[in-house]
């Protein structure tokens, strides 16, 4: 059982730049798939971006070009580097790991 707790949220004016991490209570090097999702009010939790073992990513359609997954398994930690933000980004955001699901936290785009 792997436990996450990510950092980083906060509010931002559109435009502008979070680095959200995830930092997990152990060695990170042997778990396959590690992604980002995030929960909009009112909407369903959705995948923003995973990274394997081997460094391979995928994103969402919305993010793409302006996010950017990736681990360090050294720190035992992902990060998830976020420019150009937009108010639609506004949401909850959570890290997974085999099947485990950190606290969230929370990104507000707004002026």
């Known amino acids: 059982q792997v436990q996450l707790v990510e950092s980083g949220g906060g509010l931002v004016q559109p435009g502008g730049s979070l680095r959200l991490s995830c930092a997990a209570s152990?060695?990170?090097?042997?778990?396959?798939?590690m992604g980002w999702y995030r929960q909009a009010p009112g909407k369903e939790r959705e995948l923003v971006a995973f990274?394997?073992?081997?460094?391979?990513?995928n994103y969402a359609d919305s993010v793409k070009g302006r996010f950017t997954i990736s681990r360090d398994n050294v720190k035992n930690t992902v990060y998830l580097q976020m420019n150009s933000l937009k108010p639609e980004d506004t949401a909850v955001y959570y890290c997974?790991?085999?099947?485990?699901w950190g606290q969230g936290t929370q990104v507000t785009v707004s002026s």
């Open positions: 997974k790991a085999r099947g485990e």
């Open positions: 152990g060695s990170i090097a042997s778990i396959n798939v």
């Open positions: 990274i394997t073992s081997g460094g391979s990513t």
